[in-house]
């Protein structure tokens, strides 16, 4: 596996399942990030790892809750969703405290709560 | 604070002709400044960056920007469109940390 991998690919969840969402990156960063993509709205930043660490939580509803176990795997654990949650959720990475500072992204997981 | 205007949600060009995405941003530090692609159910692809240096910068699949600091813009251009190239396309600049401010997409469509 090369970059940023997601699984699953695609996921359906009742509003009253418990599931999680998979991100490993395979490039040797140490900043991973979740970020939500609706339909018609920008790209939302969710939460920012950063050697492991969380430093960023933007608001982000308690039903969502992230996990970062080490430098290359981060997790998105959700529990008792709303239709409004569907959406492509997005995983990132990047390499703090270099020069370069963009990031890369996974494909994504579209999620969909019914 | 940083922050990222893209002109016009959707456009539209022919096959051949010029592309040309509009990028507007704002920055209280020197930018560094990205754009990005997203095919259909793919995730964001780096198109082409601008840290410091040469303000023409150069990407992938024959797409090129220009940082105008008196402007303030970060145009995206491409002189001959293919089919492609239809996909989203999304510009962002760096704001504290790593962390990037995205602007809200431009969906470009080629027609034969």
């Known amino acids: 596996e090369t970059g940023v991998t997601q699984t699953p690919r695609h996921l359906v969840m009742g509003m009253t399942n418990k599931k999680s969402l998979k991100c490993e990156q395979h490039l040797g960063h140490n900043a991973m990030y979740w970020y939500k993509q609706s339909a018609k709205k920008p790209l939302e930043l969710m939460f920012v790892y950063s050697l492991e660490e969380r430093v960023e939580n933007n608001s982000v509803p308690s039903r969502f809750s992230p996990e970062c176990p080490n430098s290359s795997h981060l997790f998105l654990h959700l529990h008792t969703l709303q239709p409004e949650d569907s959406a492509l959720y997005l995983c990132?990475?990047?390499?703090?405290?270099?020069?370069?500072?963009?990031?890369?992204f996974g494909p994504g997981t579209r999620l969909t709560v019914t | 604070a940083q922050s990222v205007t893209q002109l016009g949600s959707h456009v539209s060009v022919s096959e051949g002709a010029l592309v040309l995405l509009r990028c507007n941003y704002s920055s209280s530090v020197p930018p560094y400044l990205f754009w990005y692609v997203q095919y259909p159910n793919q995730g964001l692809q780096l198109l082409l960056k601008?840290?410091?240096?040469?303000?023409l910068v150069k990407g992938i699949n024959g797409f090129e920007a220009e940082f105008k600091k008196s402007e303030t813009s970060f145009h995206l251009t491409k002189p001959s469109a293919h089919m492609s190239d239809a996909a989203e396309y999304f510009c962002a600049v760096r704001r504290a940390g790593n962390m990037l401010t995205f602007g809200g997409g431009t969906r470009l469509m080629v027609k034969p």
């Open positions: 601008y840290t410091t240096g040469a303000t």
């Open positions: 990132a990475s990047s390499q703090e405290g270099s020069s370069y500072y963009e990031q890369y």
